[in-house]
């Protein structure tokens, strides 16, 4: 058991470095079946049967985020299916807010707010939210990123209030799965609030909490401080800040261009300074710079 939660461990730090990359994926879904296989073992006493489907359901969770991160989101489905049915057999509250909090993201990136909602609001309603505030705090902020999507700022504000209120109210020295530990803070709580601001198009709110998660960010958070700073220069684009906003997307490190949600945020960065300023000085630097950029690291 020892071995497998230091995989699930090792797995959260590459999904942080990297994100959304297929051997991610598979890694997770293999150490899913391999969980499962011990808990073939007829010793086994029930209470070790619930920790590995735990095990086996913390790992489907695993492979269901990378797809999500990967626009992989057939697969993110189905291992949504397989990972809620591991969990409730599990009976571990922690890992079913996990998977129906993901669920509620994969439903956001589909565009689906009204399931994206619903999803969200079974792991907002699980034991372990009304327990914890952290919990409480990233089921209220992942509510107002999809609030987002329906254009009600009224909502969005409401909802980043509770996440902050409850985020203030957790001890962040209480033992947590890892999972959470690793990711959710301060500067992840500013994330989600600046991609619920810019879905509504208040670009000024969401530019301010877009510094605010980027002075904070943990350096092992690669990937998310990528995402985090190419929504920055949407948001600066989006007050036609044209010269700041490029400057801004030339930041995000080359490296970081391949991941497949950067790679889409960054092309629709480029079409929407197209649209505002085609043919201007920024669209000129942005264009000549992302083609050099992009075939270098192809």
């Not at 497998?4 to 079946?33: K, Y």
């Not at 086996?56 to 985020?65: D, E, L, N, Q, R």
């Not at 987002?148 to 980043?160: E, P, W």
């Not at 007050?239 to 391949?258: I, K, N, R, W, Y």
Request: glycine content about 8%.
């Amino acid at each position: 058991m020892r071995r497998l939660q230091a995989r699930f461990a090792e797995v959260i730090a590459s999904d942080h470095r990297h994100g959304g990359r297929l051997s991610i994926e598979t890694r997770a879904t293999a150490l899913a079946e391999e969980a499962l296989g011990l808990q073939k073992n007829g010793t086994a006493t029930q209470r070790v049967r619930a920790q590995l489907y735990a095990c086996a359901a913390s790992f489907m969770s695993s492979a269901m985020w990378a797809a999500i991160d990967g626009r992989r989101f057939d697969a993110a489905l189905e291992h949504h299916q397989k990972a809620a049915t591991l969990a409730a057999m599990s009976g571990d509250s922690g890992i079913q807010f996990r998977i129906w909090s993901h669920a509620g993201s994969l439903y956001r990136h589909l565009g689906q707010p009204g399931d994206a909602l619903a999803a969200n609001e079974v792991a907002r309603t699980l034991p372990i939210a009304r327990r914890d505030p952290l919990f409480a705090s990233l089921g209220h902020a992942r509510h107002a990123a999809i609030h987002g999507l329906t254009g009600d700022s009224n909502a969005v504000r409401r909802s980043i209030g509770h996440a902050q209120d409850a985020l203030n109210r957790a001890d962040l020295d209480v033992s947590r799965p890892v999972w959470i530990t690793a990711f959710y803070d301060q500067s992840e709580l500013d994330s989600l609030a600046l991609a619920a601001h810019l879905a509504a198009g208040n670009w000024e709110d969401a530019e301010a909490h877009a510094h605010r998660s980027i002075a904070q960010r943990r350096d092992t958070m690669q990937r998310s401080r990528a995402i985090t700073t190419v929504r920055l220069a949407r948001a600066q684009l989006g007050q036609g800040d044209l010269v700041p906003a490029v400057a801004t997307a030339m930041s995000v490190p080359a490296e970081d261009f391949a991941h497949p949600r950067v790679t889409r945020m960054l092309v629709a960065f480029g079409t929407s300074l197209h649209k505002l300023a085609g043919g201007s000085g920024p669209d000129r630097t942005w264009t000549a710079y992302a083609h050099n950029s992009w075939r270098t690291t192809a």
